[in-house]
T-cell receptor, first 112, second 115 residues
Framework: GNSVTQMEGPVTLSEEAFLTINCTYTATGYPSLFWYVQYPGEGLQLLLK?????DKGSNKGFEATYRKETTSFHLEKGSVQVSDSAVYFCALLNTNAGKSTFGDGTTLTVKP | GAGVSQSPSNKVTEKGKDVELRCDPI?????LYWYRQSLGQGLEFLIYFQGNSAPDKSGLPSDRFSAERTGGSVSTLTIQRTQQEDSAVYLCASSLVLAGHNEQFFGPGTRLTVL
């Protein structure tokens, strides 16, 4: 079956530090890959996505590249801000299967 | 409205009571998902509806849990004889089923507390 494994947290960084949150997956076929973010007290929202190999999703300074050869979709940001403090979820959707699979989430805290 | 809505936003109930949680998806979204998020935990898949197909109920934790989707739109998640371990935030999401446009849009959730 499908699975998503993401970097365990919590992750604590200083403002302007470089961020990487690792995500690897197991899936049949050609899934779409997503990063969702949940800010404190808010619902989940899509951060970025990639639908095929070598696609790069980007939004709000965050980037992730769909690497089929390493089955990875690592999230990166060059300079984090306090406002980036949130829980980040990696997810995949195998269109043929319908339902999506989420990682366990990684809590990021950015300190000023 | 423009987004996914859920009601109630908060529900406190006594152990053994039945509860119903409602989800209104985005108009035109044929796929609808229910998840459960316990405190500090990830998302636990519960059930998935797609159009007129039989729902994927593989994530429902017990036969106390059931869900229906009427007219391909509104969905209701029912928990019978609630237990304290059912306390969690129940999230609903909807999406198109269209290559390249299948990201899920989440509602704000219903926080269920079973006393």
């Amino acid at each position: 079956g499908n699975s998503v494994t993401q970097m365990e947290g919590p992750v604590t960084l200083s403002e302007e530090a470089f961020l990487t949150i690792n995500c690897t997956y197991t899936a049949t076929g050609y899934p779409s890959l997503f990063w969702y973010v949940q800010y404190p007290g808010e619902g989940l929202q899509l951060l970025l996505k990639a639908t095929k190999a070598d696609d790069k999703g980007s939004n709000k300074g965050f980037e992730a590249t769909y690497r089929k050869e390493t089955t990875s979709f690592h999230l990166e940001k060059g300079s984090v801000q306090v406002s980036d403090s949130a829980v980040y979820f990696c997810a995949l959707l195998n269109t043929n299967a319908g339902k999506s699979t989420f990682g366990d989430g990684t809590t990021l805290t950015v300190k000023p | 409205g423009a987004g996914v809505s859920q009601s109630p936003s908060n529900k406190v109930t006594e152990k053994g009571k039945d509860v119903e949680l409602r989800c209104d998806p985005i108009s035109g979204h044929t796929a609808l998902y229910w998840y459960r998020q316990s405190l500090g935990q990830g998302l636990e898949f519960l059930i998935y509806f797609q159009g007129n197909s039989a729902p994927d109920k593989s994530g429902l934790p017990s036969d106390r849990f059931s869900a229906e989707r009427t007219g391909g739109s509104v969905s209701t998640l029912t928990i019978q004889r609630t237990q304290q371990e059912d306390s969690a935030v129940y999230l609903c999401a909807s999406s198109l089923v269209l290559a390249g446009h299948n990201e899920q849009f989440f509602g704000p959730g219903t926080r269920l507390t079973v006393l």
